[in-house]
Nanobody
């Protein structure tokens, strides 16, 4: 089992920045990739970005490309989501997720491909 805990959410004005963190614990050696998703009220949970645990380029949704950056610190078992130039439409609960599928070769982009989820952290961007 893998446990995930997000932190760093909050209220920020449009154009501002926030950095979210996702700390993993438990069987972290089994993690292949980590992803970030978000869910706004009345909307489905959507993919924001993902990164493999061992290296390689991150993947991003078109809506956040150029504004959000995913990074990882394997020594701390933590993945970060740096969010810049925030917009009111970025307002959502942000979730991190972990995939432990053996032999996977690409970062999963879909909700159902992740096995473990954090509790979420609220990000609110005011106009």
């Amino acid at each position: 089992q893998v446990q995930l805990v997000e932190s760093g959410g909050g209220l920020v004005q449009a154009g501002g920045s926030l950095r979210l963190a996702c700390a993993a614990s438990g069987r972290t050696s089994s993690i292949y990739a980590m992803g970030w998703f978000r869910q706004a009220p009345g909307n489905e949970r959507e993919f924001v970005g993902g990164i493999s645990w061992s290296g390689g380029k991150p993947y991003y949704a078109d809506s956040v490309k150029g504004r959000f950056t995913i990074s990882r610190d394997n020594a701390k078992n933590t993945v970060y989501l740096q969010m810049n130039s925030l917009k009111p439409e970025d307002t959502a609960v942000y979730f991190c997720a972990a995939d432990d599928t053996p032999l996977r070769t690409i970062v999963p982009l879909k909700l159902g491909e992740y096995d473990y989820w954090g509790q979420g952290t609220q990000v609110t961007v005011s106009s």
